[in-house]
């Protein structure tokens, strides 16, 4: 276990040229406080959790005093937002400090928050403490339901104000990622027609990240094709759990198919496929339902800017598959999450489920968690279920079907509903949870909220018996949050 201290840290990707980055030191945080640690992040570069009781851990842990051996930049990307390209974006408030070595593979840590870099635009590099916390609670949760995810080691607030639609107070995370290239920082070169800079890109992206394809004669292909796999795989987690990142730019998706920069993302709450988590997005470009289709779009934006490297017929035979691995993932998931086996022959009753839920407003998770409990056995209504639906005629019809299908195809109630429980999770970082935890912090200085959030979403498919409560609809006063961009 090592101190801060000895963290062997090292900096790869300075080992481009100078063309990829800037060199940019943290801006000082004044009166930092460590508002948060996560331990199970800190297992992964085998940091010794008990670190985070020093006097001078928040300090190391918003850029305050340096890592030994950081060697902090702000990468440079560009990126197509809400269907435009900017030909630059960049790091403008994150810098890379280097990376750790863990277990199970090397960890780049990023502070998110530290400060303005040469790409920040006019704007201050700062992030507030309200968008920090759901960063660091949403990606410890999709970590939790299995959905690939940047990770987030620690949180730390500052009385210093931040000034967006209101004064706000500032806060930084560290963030932890194998890598933190986006599609964007492809296609920052492809525009500027630096081909030598897309293929370094791509060289150092596939030794570090795709060593398979290292030897391959057509290593680029091969480089796409995983990108679209994996993005395929995301998208079709995301559609399955019910989660809306809310701003799918080219330059928040992660060339890993992470999921990646949490800003106005929400999860479902009742079944509302046009559902828009973001205020910003008037034209729903990046409205739930409209995610797979986007997942491609984008993916278009990266082939192409990976044309230099590859004909475009190649590149457009890479990007093929991706309806295909989206629809077998995502029925693949929805089968699970129903107890059946992975059969396409179980599409019209997943469409005619989801038509049922949007129709009745039911709650998507909710639904789904107690769905694990369905009886086949013919006398049983259901209630629990049938309860949920305002139209139960369409309830009956499809649970009729439903259990049709059990009986022939799965394993008795007991079983099936144990295995349920593991797919269908109890437990999400509703708005209105993330809420709460802000009004307590941001208001009292009280961080315990935060700590049992942590703890309920790193298990979000166990029972948590005394935090019932937390796996509840949201209350009337949390139906219309909306989440604007200003973070
Ligand atoms: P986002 O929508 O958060 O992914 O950010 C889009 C771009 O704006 C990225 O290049 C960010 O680094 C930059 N950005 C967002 N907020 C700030 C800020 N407060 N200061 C500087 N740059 C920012
Ligand atoms: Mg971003």
């Known amino acids: 276990m090592f101190e801060f201290e000895s963290l062997p840290l090292a900096n790869r990707f300075i080992s481009l040229s100078g063309e990829f980055y800037e060199n940019t030191l943290p801006t000082p945080l004044p009166q930092p406080r460590l508002l948060h640690f996560n331990r199970s992040a800190a297992e992964l570069i085998q940091l010794d959790p008990d670190q985070a009781a020093r006097a001078d851990a928040a300090d190391y842990l918003c850029g305050n005093r340096l890592l030994p051996g950081s060697q902090p930049v702000a990468a440079l990307y560009a990126g197509h937002q809400f269907g435009y390209f900017v030909p630059q974006l960049g790091d403008g408030r994150a810098l890379l400090l280097g990376d750790a070595p863990g277990a199970d593979g090397i960890w780049e840590l990023q502070l998110k928050g530290a400060g303005p870099t040469p790409f920040s635009r006019g704007s201050d590099g700062r992030a507030v403490l309200r968008s920090s916390i759901r960063e660091y609670l949403c990606s410890e949760a999709m970590h939790g339901l299995g959905i690939p995810t940047t990770r987030a080691l620690s949180l730390v607030g500052s009385p210093l104000p931040v000034y967006r639609e209101t004064a706000e107070s500032a806060a930084v995370v560290l963030r932890m990622a194998p890598s933190f290239i986006r599609f964007g920082s492809f296609e920052v070169f492809f525009y500027r027609g630096q081909a030598d800079e897309i293929r370094a890109l791509a060289d150092f992206v596939i030794a570090h990240h795709y060593p398979q394809f290292a030897d391959s004669s057509d290593k680029y292909a091969r480089f796409l094709g995983a990108v679209v796999v994996a993005t395929a795989k995301l998208m079709a987690q995301w559609q399955a759990v019910g989660f809306s990142h809310g701003v799918m730019n080219t330059d928040n998706m992660s060339i890993l198919g992470l999921t990646l920069d949490y800003g106005p993302f929400g999860f479902l709450d009742r079944y509302d496929p046009g559902f828009v988590c973001n205020h910003s997005d008037e034209m729903g470009r990046y409205a739930f339902d409209q995610q797979p289709d ?150 009292h200085g009280d961080t315990s909220e935060i700590e049992r959030l942590m703890q309920v979403l790193h298990s979000p498919y166990d029972e948590h018996p005394d935090m019932e409560s937390y796996a509840a609809p949201p209350p009337d006063w949390a139906q219309h949050i909306s989440v604007s961009c200003s973070s």
């Open 294 to 443: 986007i997942g491609a779009w984008n993916l278009t934006r990266l082939a192409q800017a990976l044309t230099p490297l590859m004909s475009v017929e190649a590149a457009r035979a890479e990007i093929a598959p991706y309806p295909s691995v989206f629809a077998s993932s995502y029925i693949d998931l929805m089968c699970a999450k129903l107890g059946l086996p992975a059969d396409k022959d179980a599409v019209a009753l997943i469409t005619q489920l989801l038509d049922i839920l949007a129709k009745n407003r039911v709650d998507y998770t909710i639904f789904m968690r107690k769905l694990c409990d369905f009886g086949t056995d013919a006398q049983n209504l259901n209630a629990p279920l049938r309860d949920l639906f305002v139209d139960r005629a369409a309830f009956d019809a499809w649970a009729a079907l439903y259990r049709a299908r059990l009986l022939a195809h799965a394993a008795d109630d007991a079983t099936r509903a144990e295995r349920m429980r593991r797919v269908n999770p109890k437990y999400l970082l509703r708005n209105y949870l993330a809420e709460k935890a802000i009004a307590a912090a941001r208001d």
